[in-house]
């Protein structure tokens, strides 16, 4: 619990625009150091037929997800309305990424923490040519697939591009969503999945066939990215 004082100042728009700001220009030197493999290399003339398109990452994993980003692209991604989320927003926008506030949750307060909105707000901007990327995982149960972003494929009928990106050296957090710290100068990996499409209308069982499937599609792809910047056969579950 934040001691008030405290919590004043992490609420206060200009010190989450400072924090924001200086953080998407680490996040900018982190990617300008480094170097980042590419898999499948021909990832973007793959996916040029389908954009736009909804990109699936899983929560931690989502702090370099702004430099995969094209000059033509246009994107927007759903950033929840906690504290830590305006960090992110500040930081999204500063690096060219439009932002929807919202959380997905399992729960019954969807509503509450603006999933209603926020659903449709995405769904109108993949109707606009937006790009759109989300986490995969609601906030407090990690790597587990929730039900939003198949409902989104479904209703949009647009393809989810699952995508994991690893670094080494890298520090992994020991919070709830696995954050991991990156560092510059580093090696790195974006390895994306096969996408996944959600027929319009798809009934309960349909839904989660493909819920389990972003959820499979994610963390192999986790994996190989850990394969590449670690040099093993085995992989990892890193951040």
Known sequence: MLKPSLRRLTTAPWFQTAVGVVGAE???????????????????????????VIVAM?????????FIKLKDHRAKTLISHHRDGAFNAVAAQWLGVEVIRGSGTHGQDFDRKGGTS???ELLTALQDGYNVALTADVPKVSRVCGPGIVKLASMSGRPI???????????ALDNWDRSVVHFPFSKGARVAGTPIRVPPNADD?????????VEASLNAATVRAYQIVDGTGKGGTGG
């Open 58 to 66: 899983w929560h931690g994993q989502h702090f370099l997800m702004p």
């Open 205 to 213: 069982a349909t839904l989660e066939a493909a819920r389990h499937e």
């Open 118 to 120: 926020a659903f449709m």
């Open 26 to 52: 680490y996040l900018r030197l982190i990617w300008k150091t480094s170097r980042f493999a590419l898999e499948p290399p021909d990832i973007y003339q793959i996916v040029k037929p389908d954009l736009p």
């Open 161 to 171: 591009y699952p995508l994991a990106i690893a670094t080494s050296p890298r520090r």
